[in-house]
């Protein structure tokens, strides 16, 4: 099969206006690709495809599809880079419907952009079956012609590092236990020499006073794990690396709070901060990214039974801090309270957490975009650039004293972990209470409730998790490292 992009034309009489690759495809049929465009009616919306059959010996299919306005660039009000967005979306909805004529190979127009059109490509054919018997045929996407075979590469890497946190975080949580999490990871970095995975046992946690984490992980038979990831890519491996820690909750029931049962099954997914930052580390090791990176990931799951968390309790964190644990279902904070005090031992550059934190965020921003909370305006503005090239997009929330107070006000301890007016700003005293454990100058908190799952949002992501942010991730370490380059 082979997939060809048409760009949307100012009059709807217009002649169509191929691609480069798609006017070279019409020479060789002899304008007959042009001719059957222009008699099957209107000229192609955005997003939308036409299906030709016989054109030529080597592709029996041809999908015709809309590509929008040439030449859309950003767009300041989206805070996107439209094009690229546009490529994403008419290159995932062709290569679809190759499959569904169940060709196994598919030829994909690069646009202008090799990278976008593979991220479209590899991203809208990703579906989890792993567990089906009756599979959806797998397609192979390659790119037409020669032209741009670097950014095309670039672009699959960037895609798989996202299905791979889409896989981790749709596989059910019998499947996907702390201990499975860790082991999936490792065998993804084995082939490279540059780095290192120490899977951490109880007992280590136990001796580095993780008295937070291990207060969330008691109410499982599920023992917990922390995940430590190095990668030393950098000219010097003593440089200050990027920390990445990412909530690990495989699955989250709520504990003693327990959740409503309605949805509960979605909480297999509440390890997508680790997901997407482990992700994000594979992905920066396949590209050979010239800086340093470690990854953190405390993974447990929070259960109800006669040893958990009881609303009340007082359980002390790393850093010495008591917290009073007044509502059990706020535990990836604890997690990740625990995990940030450790990533100060590493003289970051900067440290980015990511969380399926709150139920809060996705009531503020919906799935548009990932809320960021930070103490550093470098950092917000790197993360913010980043997103505008992906699609996938980032939007600041306040870090203000006025949520400090919602949780250092406490009866029993020196922190609360939820604030004090229940409801009111919940993703912003979430923040809150995780600035008490951070003493760093960049620091990012990553609330990615909002973006967990896809219903229809994204169109070139089917229904279901969405592994987001994790390509917004790896083009911020890329721009970090070009960073310590220059």
């Keep these: 099969g082979l997939v060809l992009g048409v760009y949307s034309t100012e009059k709807d009489d217009g002649a169509a206006q191929f691609t480069s690759a798609g006017d070279a495809f019409d020479r060789l049929v002899s304008g007959k690709l042009r001719a059957l465009l222009s008699l099957c009616g209107p000229p192609l919306k955005k997003g939308k495809t036409r299906i030709f059959h016989g054109l030529h010996q080597d592709f029996p299919s041809v ?16 805070n996107w880079n439209e094009g690229k967005e546009n490529i994403r979306t008419a290159i995932a909805v062709g290569c679809r419907q190759i499959q569904d004529l169940e060709i196994p190979c598919v030829e994909v127009d690069p646009c202008g952009d090799a990278q976008a059109a593979a991220e479209g490509a590899v991203l809208g054919l990703h579906e989890y079956n792993e567990l089906k018997q009756k599979k959806k045929p797998v397609v192979t996407p390659q ?6 075979s670097e950014a095309w590469q670039k672009g699959v890497l960037y895609a798989e590092g996202q299905n791979l946190a889409r896989y ?18 490792e065998q993804k970095l084995r082939s490279f020499s540059n780095v290192k995975v120490h899977i951490r046992p109880e007992s280590w946690i136990t001796t580095q006073e993780m008295g937070a984490f291990l207060s969330v992980a008691k109410g499982s038979v599920e023992p917990p794990i922390f995940l430590e990831i190095h990668y030393l890519g950098g000219a010097n491996t003593d440089d200050s690396p990027l920390v990445f820690v990412g909530k690990g909750v495989t699955f989250d029931s709520g504990g003693i709070s327990l959740k409503p049962s309605s949805g509960m099954d979605a909480m297999r997914a ?23 990176i470690i990854g953190l990931a405390p993974l447990c799951e929070n ?15 790393k850093n010495g801090k008591t917290i009073q644990v007044d509502n059990t279902d706020a535990e990836g904070r604890l997690l990740l309270a625990d ?3 450790y990533a100060h031992n590493f003289n970051a550059r900067a440290i980015v957490n990511a969380a399926t934190l709150t139920g809060a965020m996705d009531v503020a921003l919906g799935s548009a975009a990932t809320g960021v909370f930070t103490n550093s305006s470098w950092l917000w503005t790197h993360l913010y650039e980043a997103s505008i090239l992906t699609g996938d997009r980032v939007w600041r929330m306040p870090l203000f004293e006025h949520y400090t107070k919602q949780v250092t006000d406490c009866p029993l301890a020196d922190v609360s972990n939820i604030g004090k007016y229940s409801r009111a700003g919940g993703a912003c005293t979430a923040a809150a209470f995780l600035k008490q454990f951070v003493t760093a100058s960049h620091w990012a908190h990553l609330d990615i409730a909002g973006v967990m799952s896809n ?13 987001r942010p994790t390509r917004t991730l790896v083009e911020f370490a890329a721009r970090l490292s070009q960073d310590s380059h220059n």
Excluded at 168 to 185: C, D, G, R, S, V
Excluded at 455 to 467: C, Q
């Design 143 to 148: 790119l037409h012609g020669s032209a741009e």
């Design 455 to 467: 219903k229809d949002e994204v169109p070139y992501l089917r229904k279901g998790m969405a592994g």
């Design 270 to 292: 509440d390890m997508g901060g680790a997901a997407t930052v482990c992700s994000a580390i594979v992905t920066a090791a396949a590209l050979n990214l010239p800086l340093n």
């Design 303 to 317: 259960m109800p039974s006669g040893k958990a968390n009881k609303p009340g309790d007082v359980v002390r964190a």
């Design 339 to 341: 995990a940030l005090c």
């Design 168 to 185: 981790l975080m749709e596989a059910p949580a019998n499947y996907i236990t702390p201990i499975k999490f860790a082991e999936h990871i």
């Design 63 to 78: 999908v015709v599809v809309g590509l929008g306005k040439k030449n859309a660039g950003i767009n300041e009000q989206e």
